[in-house]
């Protein structure tokens, strides 16, 4: 194992000083460090490869791809290993950058035909850390622009980290190339925490802050966030200004009171035409306001006219309310959207792969109120 790993050391490339560029690294102000990370069973493994990849960047498990629902803290873990390479390895150049991020500097240096200056940019870099890579779906140039910064780092020797809030198999209209590519390194699942996590969460989120938060509390307030951690923060931020605007003491009841309509259960979670539209938008990779816009982008006509099909499957909409609600269209562009997507879901395997797998994560917290099922996904039609 020793022979291997010198193997890959003397492999890595080492950058010429004179175009060595500056690391650029998330704007946290240190706040998302391995110290900080609360472990549990849900991410014990993640955490423990992303600290080797830190401790060995380029060495061990290249690439390194997380993925994991929204607010399961893959951004913190790419931060830290960002911040902690950072301190370890003066000598490695670092680059954070979002797969937005990423997209827009591509279409900026094709804009201003600065397209060198990308690839200096992102190909001479030691350490290249993209989160949300499932924002490149249906984006080609984009797909292209990184498949030949992935193979350029491989070549040299250099460490790539990629998170996604799915496994690298659920990417949807995404090359093959690049596919293959994510799965060729480890890949882990950063999971939901349970209850017992994210109690424990809240109390370290308050100790940081010198804010004396009772056990009990904690474990009420852990159980109106199930999923995600971002949440958590937001209700514990709730509860303490509640007490200390109010003036009252801080007692389970308090909380409640605090609480009361946020959270687990909360009218924020009904199924709506919003909610529909930003789980479609998420999914393709899409930002909201493109979904409710009248781009006529193949990727995102395909993706509007999901999304209308969905709103008349899940919620039994109008085809006038629908059209509205998507820019002011005609009920008859509604109307075409849900035929185009209903006849091509009995001849076209991915679409109802993407369309099963959307109702899925619409309905599962909804799945009691409105009577529907959850609908199991057996198979890969890539």
Same mark, same amino acid.
């Given at each position: 194992?020793?022979?291997?790993?010198e193997?890959?050391?003397?492999?890595?490339?080492?950058?010429?000083?004179a175009?060595?560029?500056?690391?650029?690294?998330?704007?946290?102000?240190?706040?998302?460090?391995f110290?900080?990370?609360?472990?549990?069973?849900?991410?014990?493994?993640?955490?423990?490869a992303?600290?080797?990849?830190?401790?060995?960047?380029a060495?061990?498990?290249?690439?390194?791809?997380?993925?994991?629902?929204?607010?399961?803290?893959?951004?913190?873990?790419?931060?830290?290993?960002?911040?902690?390479?950072?301190?370890?390895?003066?000598?490695?150049?670092?680059?954070?950058?979002?797969?937005?991020?990423?997209?827009?500097?591509?279409?900026?240096?094709?804009?201003?035909?600065?397209?060198?200056?990308?690839?200096?940019?992102?190909?001479?870099?030691?350490?290249?850390?993209?989160?949300?890579?499932?924002?490149?779906?249906?984006?080609?140039?984009?797909?292209?622009?990184?498949?030949?910064?992935?193979?350029?780092?491989?070549?040299?020797?250099?460490?790539?980290?990629?998170?996604?809030?799915?496994?690298?198999?659920?990417?949807?209209?995404?090359?093959?190339?690049? +596919? %293959? *590519?994510?799965?060729?390194?480890? /890949? =882990?699942?950063?999971?939901?925490?349970?209850?017992? @996590?994210?109690?424990?969460? $809240?109390?370290?989120k308050?100790?940081?802050?010198?804010?004396?938060?009772?056990?009990?509390?904690?474990?009420?307030?852990?159980?109106?966030?199930?999923?995600?951690?971002?949440?958590?923060?937001?209700?514990?931020?709730?509860?303490?200004a509640?007490?200390?605007?109010?003036?009252?003491?801080?007692?389970?009841?308090?909380?409640?009171?605090?609480?009361?309509?946020?959270?687990?259960?909360?009218s924020?979670?009904?199924?709506?035409?919003?909610?529909?539209?930003?789980?479609?938008?998420?999914?393709?990779?899409?930002?909201?306001?493109?979904? +409710? %816009? *009248?781009?006529?982008?193949?990727? /995102? =006509?395909?993706?509007?006219?999901?999304?209308?099909? @969905?709103?008349?499957?899940? $919620?039994?909409?109008?085809?006038?309310?629908i059209?509205?609600?998507?820019?002011?269209?005609?009920?008859?562009?509604?109307?075409?959207?849900?035929?185009?997507?209903?006849?091509?879901?009995?001849?076209?395997?991915?679409?109802?792969?993407?369309?099963?797998?959307l109702?899925?994560?619409?309905?599962?917290?909804?799945?009691?109120?409105?009577?529907?099922?959850?609908?199991?996904?057996?198979?890969?039609?890539?």
């Amino acid at each position: 194992r020793r022979d291997v790993s010198e193997t890959k050391a003397a492999r890595r490339v080492p950058l010429d000083g004179a175009k060595r560029e500056k690391s650029i690294l998330p704007n946290t102000n240190g706040h998302y460090t391995f110290e900080s990370f609360v472990q549990g069973e849900c991410n014990e493994f993640a955490w423990a490869a992303c600290r080797k990849v830190a401790e060995s960047p380029a060495i061990a498990y290249n690439p390194l791809y997380l993925h994991g629902s929204a607010g399961t803290g893959k951004t913190h873990l790419l931060c830290a290993i960002a911040h902690d390479i950072k301190r370890d390895h003066k000598e490695l150049s670092i680059l954070y950058v979002t797969a937005e991020d990423f997209t827009n500097n591509l279409i900026e240096s094709i804009a201003t035909k600065q397209t060198a200056g990308f690839r200096a940019k992102y190909r001479s870099r030691d350490v290249l850390l993209i989160d949300d890579i499932q924002f490149i779906q249906a984006k080609n140039k984009t797909q292209e622009a990184l498949l030949h910064t992935f193979n350029t780092l491989s070549d040299l020797g250099h460490q790539i980290v990629i998170s996604s809030d799915r496994q690298p198999e659920s990417l949807h209209f995404v090359q093959d190339g690049l +596919i %293959s *590519r994510f799965c060729s390194g480890l /890949v =882990v699942d950063v999971g939901a925490p349970d209850a017992e @996590l994210r109690s424990r969460i $809240l109390l370290k989120k308050a100790e940081k802050t010198s804010f004396d938060l009772p056990d009990e509390i904690a474990d009420y307030i852990a159980t109106r966030a199930p999923n995600n951690v971002r949440l958590l923060e937001g209700l514990l931020t709730r509860v303490r200004a509640y007490a200390e605007l109010k003036r009252v003491p801080l007692t389970l009841d308090a909380a409640k009171r605090a609480l009361n309509g946020f959270g687990n259960g909360s009218s924020s979670k009904v199924l709506s035409v919003g909610s529909i539209q930003k789980k479609v938008a998420s999914y393709c990779g899409l930002r909201f306001e493109d979904i +409710i %816009s *009248r781009n006529r982008a193949r990727n /995102v =006509v395909r993706a509007r006219q999901i999304a209308m099909y @969905l709103c008349r499957e899940l $919620l039994e909409e109008s085809y006038p309310s629908i059209g509205k609600q998507f820019s002011g269209l005609c009920h008859a562009a509604a109307i075409h959207s849900y035929n185009i997507v209903a006849s091509k879901l009995k001849t076209d395997p991915v679409l109802t792969k993407i369309v099963l797998e959307l109702k899925n994560e619409l309905v599962v917290d909804k799945a009691e109120d409105r009577g529907l099922v959850q609908i199991p996904i057996n198979w890969d039609t890539r």
